[in-house]
């Protein structure tokens, strides 16, 4: 497992961006971890929003963030990444980090080995 540091949340406007980060550390060999974002609105189950795949994988995205969030990672700072923009009201939650080694499936929590706290984000109207 690696430990995930998550960092980048706060407040913004409606039609604002943000970007998350999350840093890994432990013995990584971090280009051959999948590493998704998932978030958890208050009242609500953990979604998955986009995720990077394992060595040569490609991204992946919810329907209701695909056009207004990227991820990307930066694998020689064991980083990942999610800008966030045009954010609405309905993105507010807390945004969680994961890692994992499988290469399919993974927009399932289940995929997922290591979780970082979490950050939140408040989208004001």
């Known amino acids: 497992q690696v430990q995930l540091d998550v960092s980048g949340g706060g407040l913004v406007q409606a039609g604002g961006s943000l970007r998350l980060s999350c840093a890994a550390s432990?013995?990584?060999?971090?280009?051959?971890?999948?590493m998704g974002w998932f978030r958890q609105a208050p009242g609500k189950e953990r979604e998955f929003v986009a995720v990077?795949?394992?060595?040569?994988?490609?991204?992946d995205y919810a329907d209701s963030v695909k056009g207004r969030f990227t991820i990307s990672r930066d694998d020689a700072k064991n980083t990942v990444y999610l800008q966030m923009n045009s954010l609405t009201p309905e993105d507010t939650a807390v945004y969680y980090c994961a890692a994992g080694r499988r290469y399919s499936g993974l927009r399932d929590a289940m995929a997922y080995d290591s979780w970082g706290q979490g950050t939140r984000v408040t989208v004001s109207s």
């Open positions: 990077s795949g394992r060595i040569g994988g490609s991204t």
């Open positions: 432990g013995r990584t060999f971090f280009s051959s971890y999948a």
